[in-house]
């Protein structure tokens, strides 16, 4: 499992382009592009597995928060029945947006939406990478007198 420090460690050492050896660039482009694509599908598939998660316990916090969870239930989640009124239709909403677990769910997919954003934005610096080594090549003719 990466995290966005290890992602974005690794694109700072391949962000840099040896002008020196631009056709190694070339090169490594397609190599590139298939770890950081391997990346951001594993990351994707895990912000949908997270999403669900949190949605999953959102029901089951409704359903919690409504007095309406089996014993079975409340002895899996180890959680003591719920002893106060059943919040109106109009506090739900509130009672969800403060709870410990959905919250802790809620930022681990925030998380995750920072990973993928940031692997996409890595994947579309490689997609133009070709046209970097491309416009570096034409440079280094025209200084040469070509």
Known sequence: MKTVEE??????T???IDTNHLDKVAIDIPKLHAKYLRVLTESKLRLAKAQTDYETMRQIKFRYYRGELSR???ATYEWPQWQRTK???NEMDEFLRG?????QLKTRVAYLQAL???VESIMQEIRSRNWSVRNALEYRKFVAGS
């Open 7 to 12: 992602v974005m460690l690794q694109w700072e």
């Open 14 to 16: 391949d962000a840099e």
């Open 99 to 103: 709870d410990g677990d959905l919250n």
């Open 116 to 118: 993928v954003g940031a």
């Open 72 to 74: 079975e239930e409340l």
């Open 87 to 89: 919040p109106l239709k």
